[in-house]
Protein backbone atom coordinates (compact mmCIF):
# COMPACT_ATOMS: atom_id res chain seq x y z
CA UNK A 1 0.00 0.00 0.00
CA UNK A 2 1.71 3.42 -1.17
CA UNK A 3 1.07 6.24 1.06
CA UNK A 4 -1.16 7.82 -1.44
CA UNK A 5 -3.81 5.60 -0.87
CA UNK A 6 -4.05 5.88 2.66
CA UNK A 7 -6.82 8.82 3.52
CA UNK A 8 -6.13 9.23 7.18
CA UNK A 9 -3.51 7.83 9.20
CA UNK A 10 -3.50 7.83 13.05
CA UNK A 11 -0.65 6.93 14.80
CA UNK A 12 -0.25 7.30 18.84
CA UNK A 13 -2.74 9.87 19.07
CA UNK A 14 -3.36 10.83 22.50
CA UNK A 15 -5.88 14.05 22.71
CA UNK A 16 -6.51 15.83 26.27
CA UNK A 17 -9.01 18.00 27.29
CA UNK A 18 -7.76 19.95 29.97
CA UNK A 19 -4.70 18.21 30.01
CA UNK A 20 -6.92 15.29 31.27
CA UNK A 21 -6.08 12.55 28.52
CA UNK A 22 -9.17 10.52 26.76
CA UNK A 23 -7.58 8.84 23.80
CA UNK A 24 -4.41 7.24 24.23
CA UNK A 25 -2.58 5.82 21.64
CA UNK A 26 -4.52 5.55 19.10
CA UNK A 27 -3.09 3.96 15.91
CA UNK A 28 -4.88 3.08 12.46
CA UNK A 29 -5.05 3.70 8.89
CA UNK A 30 -8.04 4.67 6.92
CA UNK A 31 -7.51 3.75 3.10
CA UNK A 32 -8.65 5.81 0.07
CA UNK A 33 -12.75 4.95 -0.27
CA UNK A 34 -13.09 3.22 2.84
CA UNK A 35 -15.43 2.94 5.15
CA UNK A 36 -13.91 2.78 9.22
CA UNK A 37 -16.10 2.41 11.89
CA UNK A 38 -14.84 3.57 15.21
CA UNK A 39 -17.53 1.73 17.73
CA UNK A 40 -17.42 2.02 21.76
CA UNK A 41 -19.50 2.86 24.76
CA UNK A 42 -20.13 6.76 25.73
CA UNK A 43 -17.16 7.87 26.96
CA UNK A 44 -14.84 5.68 24.95
CA UNK A 45 -13.15 8.30 23.23
CA UNK A 46 -14.61 7.78 19.72
CA UNK A 47 -16.04 11.14 19.31
CA UNK A 48 -12.81 13.16 20.04
CA UNK A 49 -10.71 10.81 17.77
CA UNK A 50 -13.08 12.90 15.00
CA UNK A 51 -12.69 16.40 17.02
CA UNK A 52 -9.17 16.02 16.62
CA UNK A 53 -9.22 15.44 12.89
CA UNK A 54 -11.08 18.62 12.25
CA UNK A 55 -9.00 20.83 14.65
CA UNK A 56 -11.92 20.83 17.43
CA UNK A 57 -9.74 18.65 20.47
CA UNK A 58 -6.71 21.02 19.29
CA UNK A 59 -4.34 19.72 22.44
CA UNK A 60 -3.42 16.22 20.88
CA UNK A 61 0.27 14.82 20.31
CA UNK A 62 1.45 12.26 18.47
CA UNK A 63 0.95 11.79 14.24
CA UNK A 64 -1.71 12.43 12.35
CA UNK A 65 -2.20 13.13 8.42
CA UNK A 66 -5.37 13.16 6.53
CA UNK A 67 -4.43 12.70 2.94
CA UNK A 68 -1.12 13.61 3.07
CA UNK A 69 -1.29 16.75 5.45
CA UNK A 70 -0.24 16.59 8.86
CA UNK A 71 -3.99 16.94 10.92
CA UNK A 72 -4.68 20.36 12.54
CA UNK A 73 -4.99 22.10 16.05
CA UNK A 74 -7.55 24.53 15.21
CA UNK A 75 -9.97 24.47 12.25
CA UNK A 76 -8.18 25.19 8.84
CA UNK A 77 -9.52 25.85 5.40
CA UNK A 78 -7.70 24.12 3.39
CA UNK A 79 -8.37 21.07 5.56
CA UNK A 80 -12.41 21.78 4.93
CA UNK A 81 -12.22 21.63 1.57
CA UNK A 82 -10.53 18.02 1.84
CA UNK A 83 -12.67 16.74 4.96
CA UNK A 84 -15.86 17.36 6.65
CA UNK A 85 -18.03 16.64 9.02
CA UNK A 86 -21.48 15.53 9.65
CA UNK A 87 -23.18 16.06 13.33
CA UNK A 88 -25.54 13.58 15.53
CA UNK A 89 -28.28 15.90 16.15
CA UNK A 90 -30.32 17.39 12.53
CA UNK A 91 -31.55 19.59 15.76
CA UNK A 92 -29.03 21.47 16.88
CA UNK A 93 -26.90 21.26 13.87
CA UNK A 94 -28.08 23.64 11.46
CA UNK A 95 -28.76 27.84 12.30
CA UNK A 96 -32.60 27.89 13.22
CA UNK A 97 -32.88 31.63 11.35
CA UNK A 98 -30.92 30.38 8.45
CA UNK A 99 -32.84 28.54 5.58
CA UNK A 100 -31.55 25.52 3.59
CA UNK A 101 -30.37 27.82 0.59
CA UNK A 102 -28.03 29.91 3.29
CA UNK A 103 -26.59 27.23 5.04
CA UNK A 104 -25.58 25.28 1.91
CA UNK A 105 -24.64 28.42 -0.16
CA UNK A 106 -22.19 29.83 3.03
CA UNK A 107 -19.44 27.26 2.47
CA UNK A 108 -19.02 28.85 -0.84
CA UNK A 109 -19.26 32.01 -0.11
CA UNK A 110 -16.71 30.91 2.41
CA UNK A 111 -14.35 29.31 0.25
CA UNK A 112 -14.60 32.14 -2.79
CA UNK A 113 -16.48 29.62 -5.20
CA UNK A 114 -18.76 31.04 -8.04
CA UNK A 115 -22.09 28.99 -9.67
CA UNK A 116 -23.59 28.88 -6.28
CA UNK A 117 -27.10 28.27 -7.68
CA UNK A 118 -26.31 25.71 -9.76
CA UNK A 119 -24.35 23.76 -7.01
CA UNK A 120 -27.07 24.49 -4.26
CA UNK A 121 -29.39 23.01 -6.89
CA UNK A 122 -26.91 20.01 -7.55
CA UNK A 123 -26.33 18.74 -3.93
CA UNK A 124 -30.44 19.79 -3.28
CA UNK A 125 -30.93 16.92 -6.23
CA UNK A 126 -27.89 14.69 -4.79
CA UNK A 127 -29.41 14.11 -1.56
CA UNK A 128 -32.86 13.43 -2.57
CA UNK A 129 -34.46 16.77 -1.40
CA UNK A 130 -36.85 17.98 -3.23
CA UNK A 131 -35.81 21.79 -4.96
CA UNK A 132 -38.88 23.17 -3.15
CA UNK A 133 -37.12 22.45 0.00
CA UNK A 134 -34.64 25.65 -0.67
CA UNK A 135 -36.21 28.04 0.59
CA UNK A 136 -37.18 26.24 4.21
CA UNK A 137 -36.00 26.78 7.33
CA UNK A 138 -34.82 23.62 9.51
CA UNK A 139 -38.13 23.67 11.70
CA UNK A 140 -39.95 23.22 8.51
CA UNK A 141 -38.34 19.70 7.86
CA UNK A 142 -38.43 16.61 9.37
CA UNK A 143 -35.38 14.77 11.36
CA UNK A 144 -34.68 12.86 8.41
CA UNK A 145 -35.30 16.21 5.99
CA UNK A 146 -32.52 18.00 7.97
CA UNK A 147 -29.70 15.30 8.51
CA UNK A 148 -30.14 15.26 4.55
CA UNK A 149 -29.62 19.16 4.87
CA UNK A 150 -26.53 18.33 7.02
CA UNK A 151 -25.05 15.93 4.44
CA UNK A 152 -26.16 18.24 1.71
CA UNK A 153 -23.88 21.18 3.62
CA UNK A 154 -20.44 18.67 4.36
CA UNK A 155 -20.52 17.98 0.55
CA UNK A 156 -21.00 21.59 -0.60
CA UNK A 157 -17.12 22.12 -0.71
CA UNK A 158 -16.59 18.38 -2.27
CA UNK A 159 -14.42 17.11 0.28
CA UNK A 160 -12.94 13.51 -0.26
CA UNK A 161 -13.01 12.44 3.70
CA UNK A 162 -16.30 12.77 5.72
CA UNK A 163 -16.21 12.26 9.31
CA UNK A 164 -19.25 11.11 10.47
CA UNK A 165 -20.15 11.77 14.00
CA UNK A 166 -23.42 8.93 15.00
CA UNK A 167 -25.10 10.69 12.11
CA UNK A 168 -28.47 8.45 12.27
CA UNK A 169 -28.51 7.67 16.04
CA UNK A 170 -31.88 10.65 16.38
CA UNK A 171 -33.66 9.44 13.60
CA UNK A 172 -36.19 6.65 13.56
CA UNK A 173 -35.62 3.26 11.90
CA UNK A 174 -37.35 3.81 8.76
CA UNK A 175 -35.68 7.36 8.49
CA UNK A 176 -32.42 5.62 9.38
CA UNK A 177 -32.32 3.23 6.81
CA UNK A 178 -33.18 5.87 4.28
CA UNK A 179 -30.22 7.99 5.47
CA UNK A 180 -27.56 5.10 5.49
CA UNK A 181 -28.50 4.28 2.04
CA UNK A 182 -28.39 7.73 1.18
CA UNK A 183 -24.48 7.79 2.49
CA UNK A 184 -23.68 4.40 0.84
CA UNK A 185 -24.81 5.62 -2.64
CA UNK A 186 -22.90 9.05 -2.14
CA UNK A 187 -20.03 7.10 -0.93
CA UNK A 188 -20.23 4.42 -4.56
CA UNK A 189 -20.74 7.80 -6.33
CA UNK A 190 -18.14 10.10 -4.97
CA UNK A 191 -15.73 7.56 -3.87
CA UNK A 192 -15.45 9.03 -0.74
CA UNK A 193 -13.74 7.91 2.35
CA UNK A 194 -16.06 7.47 5.29
CA UNK A 195 -14.90 7.59 9.30
CA UNK A 196 -17.89 6.75 10.94
CA UNK A 197 -19.11 6.81 14.86
CA UNK A 198 -21.21 4.89 16.31
CA UNK A 199 -22.36 2.46 19.02
CA UNK A 200 -24.67 0.74 16.56
CA UNK A 201 -23.09 -2.46 15.42
CA UNK A 202 -25.67 -3.78 13.04
CA UNK A 203 -24.98 -0.31 11.28
CA UNK A 204 -21.03 -1.13 11.11
CA UNK A 205 -22.26 -4.07 9.78
CA UNK A 206 -24.12 -2.62 6.49
CA UNK A 207 -21.79 0.60 6.36
CA UNK A 208 -18.50 0.02 7.17
CA UNK A 209 -15.18 -2.33 5.70
CA UNK A 210 -13.48 -2.17 9.17
CA UNK A 211 -13.73 -1.13 12.70
CA UNK A 212 -11.85 -0.32 15.46
CA UNK A 213 -13.28 -1.02 18.88
CA UNK A 214 -12.77 1.42 21.76
CA UNK A 215 -12.52 1.15 25.54
CA UNK A 216 -11.97 4.06 27.92
CA UNK A 217 -9.62 6.21 25.37
CA UNK A 218 -7.83 3.40 24.21
CA UNK A 219 -8.23 1.00 20.62
CA UNK A 220 -8.67 -2.39 21.94
CA UNK A 221 -9.19 -4.40 18.38
CA UNK A 222 -9.32 -3.55 14.86
CA UNK A 223 -11.43 -5.87 12.94
CA UNK A 224 -13.14 -6.50 9.36
CA UNK A 225 -17.18 -5.88 10.17
CA UNK A 226 -17.59 -9.23 8.70
CA UNK A 227 -16.20 -10.56 11.82
CA UNK A 228 -19.75 -9.16 13.09
CA UNK A 229 -21.06 -11.97 11.11
CA UNK A 230 -20.01 -14.64 13.46
CA UNK A 231 -18.66 -12.38 16.16
CA UNK A 232 -15.07 -13.96 15.85
CA UNK A 233 -13.51 -10.96 17.98
CA UNK A 234 -10.43 -11.47 20.30
CA UNK A 235 -10.44 -9.09 22.51
CA UNK A 236 -13.20 -9.82 25.77
CA UNK A 237 -14.09 -6.73 25.75
CA UNK A 238 -15.16 -6.10 21.94
CA UNK A 239 -16.80 -9.76 22.61
CA UNK A 240 -18.98 -7.83 25.64
CA UNK A 241 -20.23 -5.12 23.68
CA UNK A 242 -20.99 -7.81 20.72
CA UNK A 243 -23.04 -9.88 22.60
CA UNK A 244 -24.70 -7.08 24.73
CA UNK A 245 -25.65 -5.57 20.92
CA UNK A 246 -27.74 -8.86 20.77
CA UNK A 247 -24.86 -10.88 19.28
CA UNK A 248 -25.42 -13.00 16.12
CA UNK A 249 -28.84 -13.17 16.44
CA UNK B 1 -59.45 -10.41 35.41
CA UNK B 2 -57.41 -8.01 33.36
CA UNK B 3 -55.29 -5.18 34.87
CA UNK B 4 -55.95 -2.40 32.79
CA UNK B 5 -58.83 -2.24 29.78
CA UNK B 6 -57.84 0.43 27.38
CA UNK B 7 -61.29 0.96 24.96
CA UNK B 8 -61.08 3.12 22.02
CA UNK B 9 -58.48 5.48 23.58
CA UNK B 10 -58.14 8.97 21.54
CA UNK B 11 -56.12 11.76 22.61
CA UNK B 12 -56.66 14.77 20.57
CA UNK B 13 -54.73 18.16 20.66
CA UNK B 14 -55.48 21.25 18.65
CA UNK B 15 -54.03 22.59 15.74
CA UNK B 16 -55.11 26.07 13.73
CA UNK B 17 -56.22 22.94 11.35
CA UNK B 18 -58.58 21.77 13.97
CA UNK B 19 -58.17 19.25 16.59
CA UNK B 20 -55.81 16.19 15.64
CA UNK B 21 -56.12 12.61 16.93
CA UNK B 22 -52.45 11.58 17.91
CA UNK B 23 -53.69 8.44 19.52
CA UNK B 24 -56.57 7.34 17.56
CA UNK B 25 -58.94 4.92 19.05
CA UNK B 26 -57.09 2.35 20.29
CA UNK B 27 -58.68 -0.79 22.69
CA UNK B 28 -55.85 -2.94 24.36
CA UNK B 29 -56.07 -5.81 27.63
CA UNK B 30 -53.31 -5.74 29.86
CA UNK B 31 -53.49 -9.09 32.49
CA UNK B 32 -50.16 -9.30 34.17
CA UNK B 33 -47.71 -9.83 31.44
CA UNK B 34 -45.21 -7.92 29.66
CA UNK B 35 -46.67 -5.91 26.53
CA UNK B 36 -44.45 -4.09 24.47
CA UNK B 37 -45.99 -0.94 22.53
CA UNK B 38 -43.81 -0.05 19.59
CA UNK B 39 -43.47 2.64 16.65
CA UNK B 40 -42.14 5.90 15.46
CA UNK B 41 -41.83 9.04 16.47
CA UNK B 42 -45.41 10.92 16.42
CA UNK B 43 -47.09 7.14 16.52
CA UNK B 44 -48.25 8.15 19.71
CA UNK B 45 -46.96 5.42 21.97
CA UNK B 46 -45.66 8.04 24.54
CA UNK B 47 -49.38 9.91 24.25
CA UNK B 48 -50.64 6.34 25.30
CA UNK B 49 -48.52 5.69 28.43
CA UNK B 50 -48.99 9.29 29.49
CA UNK B 51 -53.15 9.19 29.02
CA UNK B 52 -53.25 6.04 30.72
CA UNK B 53 -51.92 7.64 33.84
CA UNK B 54 -53.94 11.01 33.07
CA UNK B 55 -50.96 13.37 32.43
CA UNK B 56 -52.35 14.65 29.71
CA UNK B 57 -53.07 18.46 30.17
CA UNK B 58 -55.27 20.69 28.45
CA UNK B 59 -55.48 21.63 25.66
CA UNK B 60 -55.21 18.16 25.10
CA UNK B 61 -58.12 15.58 25.35
CA UNK B 62 -58.36 12.46 26.26
CA UNK B 63 -61.40 10.04 25.09
CA UNK B 64 -62.31 6.64 26.08
CA UNK B 65 -62.70 4.28 28.56
CA UNK B 66 -59.88 3.14 30.75
CA UNK B 67 -60.63 0.87 33.53
CA UNK B 68 -57.90 -0.27 35.80
CA UNK B 69 -58.54 -3.24 38.50
CA UNK B 70 -62.10 -2.97 37.81
CA UNK B 71 -62.20 1.01 38.37
CA UNK B 72 -62.84 3.71 35.97
CA UNK B 73 -60.15 5.72 35.34
CA UNK B 74 -62.01 8.58 33.96
CA UNK B 75 -64.26 8.89 36.54
CA UNK B 76 -61.90 9.47 39.78
CA UNK B 77 -61.22 12.57 41.03
CA UNK B 78 -57.95 14.42 40.83
CA UNK B 79 -57.28 13.59 44.11
CA UNK B 80 -57.92 9.74 44.01
CA UNK B 81 -55.63 9.97 40.45
CA UNK B 82 -53.07 11.09 42.95
CA UNK B 83 -53.21 7.96 44.93
CA UNK B 84 -53.52 5.76 41.96
CA UNK B 85 -50.09 7.73 40.57
CA UNK B 86 -46.97 5.81 41.21
CA UNK B 87 -48.71 3.42 44.41
CA UNK B 88 -50.91 1.60 42.00
CA UNK B 89 -49.37 2.67 38.31
CA UNK B 90 -46.10 3.84 37.97
CA UNK B 91 -43.94 5.62 35.09
CA UNK B 92 -40.43 4.98 34.58
CA UNK B 93 -39.22 7.81 32.04
CA UNK B 94 -36.83 7.91 29.23
CA UNK B 95 -33.52 10.03 31.00
CA UNK B 96 -32.69 10.31 34.62
CA UNK B 97 -30.75 12.99 34.30
CA UNK B 98 -33.92 14.88 33.42
CA UNK B 99 -36.33 13.19 35.79
CA UNK B 100 -33.97 13.02 39.11
CA UNK B 101 -34.46 15.82 41.43
CA UNK B 102 -30.90 17.56 41.03
CA UNK B 103 -31.31 19.26 44.70
CA UNK B 104 -32.15 16.30 46.87
CA UNK B 105 -30.10 12.95 47.82
CA UNK B 106 -31.22 9.82 46.05
CA UNK B 107 -31.84 8.14 49.49
CA UNK B 108 -34.65 10.85 49.89
CA UNK B 109 -36.09 10.76 46.74
CA UNK B 110 -36.75 7.17 47.36
CA UNK B 111 -37.84 7.46 50.66
CA UNK B 112 -40.12 10.26 49.35
CA UNK B 113 -42.11 8.06 46.91
CA UNK B 114 -42.66 5.83 49.15
CA UNK B 115 -43.94 7.62 51.86
CA UNK B 116 -46.32 10.17 49.94
CA UNK B 117 -48.12 6.40 49.88
CA UNK B 118 -47.36 5.19 53.06
CA UNK B 119 -47.16 5.70 56.58
CA UNK B 120 -44.16 4.05 58.06
CA UNK B 121 -41.81 4.52 61.13
CA UNK B 122 -38.75 6.51 59.83
CA UNK B 123 -36.60 3.44 60.53
CA UNK B 124 -39.08 1.39 58.57
CA UNK B 125 -38.49 3.67 55.63
CA UNK B 126 -34.70 3.64 56.18
CA UNK B 127 -34.73 -0.26 55.79
CA UNK B 128 -36.78 -0.30 52.67
CA UNK B 129 -34.72 2.15 50.74
CA UNK B 130 -31.92 0.46 51.56
CA UNK B 131 -33.41 -3.27 50.35
CA UNK B 132 -34.86 -1.34 47.47
CA UNK B 133 -31.24 -0.13 45.94
CA UNK B 134 -29.72 -3.46 46.90
CA UNK B 135 -32.96 -5.00 44.47
CA UNK B 136 -31.64 -2.84 41.88
CA UNK B 137 -28.30 -4.51 42.22
CA UNK B 138 -26.32 -1.35 43.26
CA UNK B 139 -23.65 -2.72 45.69
CA UNK B 140 -23.23 0.33 48.52
CA UNK B 141 -26.98 1.17 49.12
CA UNK B 142 -25.78 3.14 51.99
CA UNK B 143 -23.38 5.19 49.69
CA UNK B 144 -25.26 5.89 47.35
CA UNK B 145 -28.29 6.92 48.81
CA UNK B 146 -26.33 9.62 50.29
CA UNK B 147 -25.36 10.73 46.82
CA UNK B 148 -26.89 13.71 44.17
CA UNK B 149 -28.09 12.93 40.52
CA UNK B 150 -25.30 14.90 38.76
CA UNK B 151 -22.52 12.04 40.87
CA UNK B 152 -24.40 8.98 38.99
CA UNK B 153 -23.67 7.43 35.42
CA UNK B 154 -26.46 7.09 33.46
CA UNK B 155 -26.98 3.13 34.08
CA UNK B 156 -27.33 3.78 37.76
CA UNK B 157 -29.59 6.94 37.51
CA UNK B 158 -32.06 4.60 35.50
CA UNK B 159 -31.63 2.20 38.60
CA UNK B 160 -32.29 4.52 41.18
CA UNK B 161 -35.24 5.77 38.91
CA UNK B 162 -36.41 2.24 38.69
CA UNK B 163 -35.86 2.41 42.71
CA UNK B 164 -38.26 4.54 43.11
CA UNK B 165 -40.77 4.18 40.91
CA UNK B 166 -41.37 0.45 42.35
CA UNK B 167 -40.90 0.87 46.09
CA UNK B 168 -44.61 1.67 46.33
CA UNK B 169 -45.27 -1.85 44.86
CA UNK B 170 -47.08 -0.77 42.01
CA UNK B 171 -49.15 -3.03 40.30
CA UNK B 172 -48.82 -2.06 36.73
CA UNK B 173 -45.58 -0.01 35.32
CA UNK B 174 -45.15 1.51 31.95
CA UNK B 175 -41.62 2.12 30.97
CA UNK B 176 -41.40 4.67 28.28
CA UNK B 177 -38.14 3.95 26.28
CA UNK B 178 -36.36 3.37 29.43
CA UNK B 179 -33.03 2.59 27.78
CA UNK B 180 -32.45 4.67 24.79
CA UNK B 181 -30.42 7.18 27.17
CA UNK B 182 -28.06 4.51 28.28
CA UNK B 183 -25.27 2.24 26.21
CA UNK B 184 -26.08 -1.12 25.02
CA UNK B 185 -24.06 -3.04 27.45
CA UNK B 186 -26.08 -1.46 30.30
CA UNK B 187 -29.54 -1.62 28.47
CA UNK B 188 -29.35 -5.12 28.60
CA UNK B 189 -28.92 -4.75 32.65
CA UNK B 190 -31.43 -2.46 32.99
CA UNK B 191 -33.70 -4.30 30.83
CA UNK B 192 -33.26 -7.81 32.89
CA UNK B 193 -33.84 -5.61 36.24
CA UNK B 194 -37.17 -4.63 35.25
CA UNK B 195 -37.79 -7.90 33.96
CA UNK B 196 -36.94 -9.29 37.17
CA UNK B 197 -38.77 -6.79 39.14
CA UNK B 198 -42.35 -7.53 37.13
CA UNK B 199 -41.86 -11.05 38.01
CA UNK B 200 -41.87 -10.03 41.43
CA UNK B 201 -38.32 -12.04 42.71
CA UNK B 202 -36.88 -9.23 43.83
CA UNK B 203 -38.84 -7.34 46.04
CA UNK B 204 -41.29 -9.89 46.51
CA UNK B 205 -44.47 -8.06 45.73
CA UNK B 206 -46.28 -11.15 44.11
CA UNK B 207 -45.45 -9.39 40.39
CA UNK B 208 -46.62 -6.57 38.08
CA UNK B 209 -47.79 -5.95 34.70
CA UNK B 210 -45.59 -3.85 32.49
CA UNK B 211 -45.82 -1.53 29.49
CA UNK B 212 -42.79 -1.23 27.84
CA UNK B 213 -42.72 1.78 25.39
CA UNK B 214 -39.84 1.93 22.54
CA UNK B 215 -39.02 2.21 18.85
CA UNK B 216 -36.34 -0.53 18.71
CA UNK B 217 -38.60 -3.58 17.43
CA UNK B 218 -35.97 -6.56 18.28
CA UNK B 219 -35.41 -5.18 21.99
CA UNK B 220 -38.81 -5.14 22.75
CA UNK B 221 -39.48 -8.76 21.16
CA UNK B 222 -36.75 -9.81 23.67
CA UNK B 223 -38.81 -8.60 26.57
CA UNK B 224 -41.89 -8.60 26.13
CA UNK B 225 -44.71 -11.32 25.88
CA UNK B 226 -46.72 -9.55 22.95
CA UNK B 227 -46.15 -6.63 20.96
CA UNK B 228 -48.49 -3.58 19.74
CA UNK B 229 -47.37 -1.82 16.78
CA UNK B 230 -48.60 1.42 16.45
CA UNK B 231 -48.38 3.92 13.35
CA UNK B 232 -50.36 7.02 13.45
CA UNK B 233 -52.15 6.75 16.21
CA UNK B 234 -53.41 3.38 15.73
CA UNK B 235 -52.30 0.16 16.57
CA UNK B 236 -51.94 -1.65 12.98
CA UNK B 237 -50.38 -5.06 14.90
CA UNK B 238 -50.99 -7.13 17.71
CA UNK B 239 -48.72 -10.60 18.06
CA UNK B 240 -46.97 -12.66 20.58
CA UNK B 241 -43.53 -11.16 20.43
CA UNK B 242 -41.87 -14.71 19.99
CA UNK B 243 -44.36 -14.59 16.29
CA UNK B 244 -42.65 -11.16 15.50
CA UNK B 245 -41.19 -12.04 12.21
CA UNK B 246 -44.29 -13.39 11.03
CA UNK B 247 -45.88 -10.23 11.54
CA UNK B 248 -48.18 -9.59 8.40
CA UNK B 249 -49.06 -5.88 8.26
CA UNK B 250 -46.93 -3.72 5.89
CA UNK B 251 -46.19 -1.27 8.30
CA UNK B 252 -44.90 -3.99 11.08
CA UNK B 253 -42.81 -5.88 7.72
CA UNK B 254 -41.12 -2.48 6.56
CA UNK B 255 -40.38 -1.76 9.95
CA UNK B 256 -38.35 -4.75 10.53
CA UNK B 257 -37.33 -5.07 7.57
CA UNK B 258 -35.07 -1.20 7.76
CA UNK B 259 -33.31 -2.22 10.75
CA UNK B 260 -29.99 -3.42 9.66
CA UNK B 261 -29.02 -6.81 10.56
CA UNK B 262 -25.61 -7.58 12.47
CA UNK B 263 -25.20 -10.43 9.81
CA UNK B 264 -25.92 -8.04 6.69
CA UNK B 265 -25.78 -8.78 3.09
CA UNK B 266 -28.03 -6.61 1.47
CA UNK B 267 -26.61 -3.59 -0.47
CA UNK B 268 -29.53 -1.54 0.19
CA UNK B 269 -32.26 -1.20 3.23
CA UNK B 270 -36.13 -1.21 2.03
CA UNK B 271 -37.11 1.93 3.18
CA UNK B 272 -41.16 2.94 3.14
CA UNK B 273 -43.08 4.97 0.78
CA UNK B 274 -44.37 8.28 2.34
CA UNK B 275 -46.84 10.54 1.58
CA UNK B 276 -45.11 14.10 2.83
Not at chain 1, 5 to 33: E, M, P, W
Not at chain 2, 8 to 30: A, M, Y
Not at chain 2, 46 to 69: K, N, Q
Request: proline share 5%; charged share 20%; aromatic share 4%.
Amino acid sequence: MSVSDIAISLSNLDVAYDRVRVVQGVTFDVKRGESFALVGESGSGKSTVLKALCGLAPDWTGRMEILGQTGPHRPNRALARQCQMVFQDPYGSLHPRKTVDAVLSEPLAIHGIGDQDAKVKQVLADVGLDARFRFRYPHQMSGGQRQRVAIARALMLEPQVMLLDEPTSALDVSVQAEILNLLKRLRAERGLTYLMVTHNLPVVSFMCDRMAVMNKGRIVEIAPSTALHDGSFSDTYSQTLYAASGGAG
Amino acid sequence: MSLLTVDNLSVSFPTPKGRVNVVDGISFELGQERLGIVGESGSGKSMTGRAILRLIRPPGRVEGRMTFEGQDLGALSERQMRQMRGAKISMIMQDPRFSLNPVMSVGAQIAEALRTHESLPRHDIKARVRQMLEAVSINDPDRVARMYAHELSGGMGQRVMIAMMVIPRPRLLIADEPTSALDVSVQGDVLALINDLVRGDAINSGGMGLILISHDLPLVARYCDRILVMNAGRVVETCAAKDLHKATHPYTRGLLAAVPKMHETRDVLPVMERTT
